[in-house]
């Protein structure tokens, strides 16, 4: 699977709801420090709230075809380079497979907050 089928999400709006500009600014500057160190074919989207506001800066990681792992509370100016080596390693599993903690990097083997199953296809909903 290519990254361009895998994206990474980042929460804009944390802090914004508990009235925190000093949080809302830290996820600000994550957004920021990524997207200068992502590969140009790697997906990066900034998102409305993904609900978990109390672990704020909240990433995810989501593809076709893979389960959608959420992480945080993580850490700008510290974690970028963590959830960029993660997201590469995610893109790098194949369809199915599962990223388990020790795939993860130091900062993201204790932060899962979420592990969504992906989608089934067609055929696999006849089975």
Partial sequence: ??????????CHD?????????????AKI???????????????????????????????????????LVFGPLISNKDEDDIIEGFQKYCSFKQGEKMM???????????VLARIPAMLDEVEKRR
Avoid: Y
């Fill in 14 to 26: 944390c802090g914004h709801d508990n009235n925190e500009p000093q949080m809302a600014q830290s």
């Fill in 101 to 111: 903690k020790h795939d993860r990097p130091h900062a993201l083997k204790e932060t």
């Fill in 30 to 68: 994550m957004r920021k420090n990524i997207l200068k160190k992502i590969v140009s074919d790697q997906k990066i989207r900034a998102v409305s709230c993904m609900g978990f506001c109390e672990h704020h800066e909240v990433v995810a990681f989501q593809g076709k075809g893979r389960e959608t």
């Fill in 1 to 10: 699977m290519t990254s361009r089928q895998c994206e990474i999400l980042i």
